[in-house]
């Protein structure tokens, strides 16, 4: 089975991790959401593709869902008692990863080219790629105004109230270097179960439509998320949180959605938007959750292409 | 007694740090040397500064002459994984200190302002300043071409053989903020024991001519250097490197010259020079030494004006 999966951060690294497990490196490729990236104290940072490389190179922080395990803190500390914005915490590891990230892309490296040479010095076999190599920024349009989606996420904390979203230079974004071809080739596209808002739907945007079979994993179970704001952002705009509302919310994309045990009741629901559904086990607390959904993913796939 | 003394990295820092500890805030400016300052990995790095406000902070390693104590290399150890340059070593904590500088500098902040927040930061009470807020770049003309300072210093680690130096930028560099009131207030300026070549004639060009007493005290100990290629840098410029080179260098300019008990048998020669001589221990291992040294030179000072 040849699967291209989209991907946001957390949720979705997960499932990555648990596909990269199962399927070749040939017949696996992530497609990454840049929208969340952004400069700060002059470093290039992409929270969503440095999640997805860290878990897949198993060098992630299994506590907070960002960073790296085993990490030191000593320059965030000294940046600290230099008076330097501090509200988004960098490793030192990870900085390793931002400095030299942005060394490159100054050099004029695309990022596409920066992450496929990070992958291979990481161990990460599987082909990440950002969405696009060109900027896209998601701003989270709220009632306190305009912000840029980390300024929101991070510095304020999800707190203000969301009244949309939009992604600037998506008009001009082409999909990186080699989504195309994966898009092509592949026999089906996994969504993966990121937020539908900001995770996925600037993927979406920039690789246009897609034709092959899609498949979605619900980020939402019980009506909340794991992590992240993806519920709270559903209430602020009028929707009930559930897998229905994600189901709703790809509607014409899909081909399967996938939903947790927990909210079976919802799956005649589903069904009536013309899709298959899958019922299972969406929460991933081990390495063996995360094995077990994408085994179970491929396989509700193959017996419904 | 009022003092102005312009320094270097490593022997410079030394007695700069003995200095303050014997002097008041306000009778002591340090000037330093920003001819080696650099861009690394998108990084704006002042060796000389940065070790002179690490010295006097009491952060600075005892053992490398550079960087900051207890510090750690997760970073570093990283950007090597990723394929960066890596002939520059930049700690953790001492990584802070380059990122908040750069992102400063690039909000249009100068370097002096950025130092006396850092110092500021860090405690240092004694004002340290650049000797110019403006670039000015040492190249080492050597005989396998031009090389920028850190590139012949730690890169070519100070292999290729010397012809000349100069300083890039000098002409249009103003001395910073601060430096030319320091210059009219002090009674004395001290040369520190650092390089002549590279680390104290760019200081000089840039604040141009001194109408204070000025004392310098030898780098150059038994023909040798504590540390650093003073030394080389004389013998392949065809001079004899000894305390006598040093004072000749600085001729025209001294009132008075400092230097150590194993090179008495110059002191005579050094007084045909026309400048009074002090003979001491010079060498600086430990803090008392620094704080002896710097106590001598005063007085010494205190007696020849």
């Not at 060098?59 to 008076?83: F, I, Q, S, V, Y």
């Not at 939402?220 to 705009?237: C, D, H, N, S």
């Amino acid at each position: 089975m040849r699967i291209t999966a989209l991907a946001g951060g957390v949720g979705g690294a997960k499932l990555a991790h648990g596909l990269a497990q199962i399927l070749l490196p040939e017949n696996l490729t992530i497609i990454v959401n840049t929208g969340d990236d952004f400069e700060h104290l002059g470093l290039y940072i992409c929270p969503d593709l440095d999640t997805v490389c860290y878990t897949l190179a198993g060098m992630a922080n299994p506590e907070t869902g960002w960073g790296r395990a085993g990490e030191t803190w000593n320059a965030m500390t000294n940046l600290k008692r230099l008076g330097a914005p501090d509200w988004f915490n960098l490793g030192d590891s990870d900085l390793a990863t931002h400095i030299e990230r942005t060394r490159r892309l100054k050099e004029g490296q695309t990022l596409s080219q920066i992450m496929r040479d990070f992958c291979k010095a990481w161990g990460v076999k599987h082909a990440v790629l950002p969405m696009s190599d060109q900027p896209v920024r998601t701003i989270v349009e709220t009632e306190e105004g305009d912000l840029p989606f980390q300024e929101y996420f991070v510095h304020r904390r999800c707190e203000p109230r969301v009244q949309g979203f939009r992604f600037e230079g998506v008009g001009a974004a082409e999909p990186a270097c080699g989504a195309y071809e994966a898009l092509q080739s592949a026999e089906a596209v996994i969504i993966c179960p990121s937020n539908p808002w900001v995770s996925i739907d600037p993927i979406l945007r920039v690789i246009g439509e897609i034709d092959k079979p899609v498949f979605a994993v619900s980020p939402i179970i019980g009506g909340q998320t794991v992590k992240g704001p993806a519920a709270k952002m559903y209430r602020e705009l009028g929707i009930e949180p559930s897998a229905l509302a994600v189901a709703k919310h790809y509607r014409s994309l899909l081909t399967g959605f996938v939903m947790d045990s927990v909210d079976a009741q919802l799956a005649e629901e589903v069904q009536g938007l013309n899709m298959r559904v899958f019922v299972t086990n969406t929460l991933m607390k081990s390495l063996d959750d995360r094995m077990q959904l994408a085994k179970e993913v491929v396989r509700f796939i193959g017996e419904a292409i």
